[in-house]
């Protein structure tokens, strides 16, 4: 998502002077890794909009099953169907449009409080090491941004549609099979608890995305040419190329990114789903 050129900076790197350590030299600049706080803000107002979507399709498909009791629902009862799928599209309607509404509005704010977090981050990052940076919005990260959000818009609107196929053809192999309301609410809870775990899982990997890309396009405007891999270890199955690039301190372009073996592509951390990993920066007079 981020530009492949080199972009003129924002604001001059003016390391001021700074007294040797305690080893003769500067000290290194720190990795900047995606904040914690925005995933679970943003996983948890995805996850409110599923809890609440899926107690109401319990509710309406349960009250449309009832309809038909005492008597008992056999297979490939025609009225039976036909009140449950009329349910359901009232149901796809209502939430459709209910994420709609949610999408553009959750999204903007995801970006907007991941490009704060990255630049608090980074700009302390840099003051640690003794080197200050005045960042701007500039039209590199307003591009960014204006992608981060329609991939989120895209990824919400999403969840209810992957929701609701789910509960359809659970709803309609239940009247075909003649199952009782207990096997299906068993069904629908399954389902339900699948969509928080996606919800949860938009909400890592687009944080992890979000924080790469804009770090990517700080660190171009900055005039910082190369980054050195860190892996996060936070991942219960990391990628081997990655857990030997953050244990070798690879070094890589931040205008090419780092040439991933196992994939055979230029990637930057955070590119690859669930990749949790980061990168330092590498300034002149910092290293040994």
């Not at 799928?85 to 553009?104: C, G, I």
């Not at 040439?259 to 590119?271: A, L, M």
Request: glycine content about 4%; some cysteine; overall charge positive.
């Amino acid at each position: 998502m981020a530009p492949s050129v080199l972009l003129p900076a924002v604001d001059a790197i003016r390391p001021p002077p700074l007294a040797p350590s305690r080893r003769g030299r500067r000290p290194q600049p720190k990795a900047s890794w995606p904040s914690a706080a925005v995933e679970a803000a943003y996983r948890k107002r995805l996850v409110k909009l599923v809890d609440e979507m899926a107690r109401s399709v319990v509710y309406w498909v349960t009250a449309a099953r009832r309809k038909r009791e005492p008597e008992v629902v056999m297979a490939m009862d025609d009225y039976a169907s036909t009140i449950l799928a009329r349910a359901l599209q009232r149901l796809r309607r209502l939430w459709s449009r209910r994420f709609d509404d949610m999408a553009r509005r959750l999204a903007a704010y995801f970006a907007r409080d991941v490009s704060r977090r990255t630049d608090e981050q980074l700009k302390k990052i840099l003051r640690d090491a003794g080197l200050a940076v005045k960042f701007e919005l500039t039209k590199a990260q307003r591009d960014v941004l204006g992608a981060i959000v329609h991939e989120n818009v895209s990824l919400i609107k999403s969840i209810p549609r992957k929701y609701l196929d789910q509960v359809e053809g659970q709803v309609m192999r239940s009247v075909v099979a003649g199952r009782d309301l207990k096997q299906l609410t068993d069904e629908l809870h399954e389902t339900h608890y699948a969509s928080r775990k996606y919800a949860a899982f938009v909400a890592r990997d687009q944080n992890n995305k979000a924080t790469g890309a804009l770090q990517r396009v700080r660190f171009l405007e900055s005039n910082i040419e190369e980054c050195i891999w860190m892996h996060s270890g936070a991942g219960k199955h990391p990628r081997p190329s990655h857990v030997k690039a953050g244990r070798d301190k690879v070094r890589f372009k931040v205008s090419e990114g780092w040439w991933d073996p196992h994939e055979q592509q230029y990637i930057w951390p955070g590119y690859l789903i669930n990749c949790r990993c980061s990168c330092r920066p590498v300034i002149k007079g910092f290293e040994s």
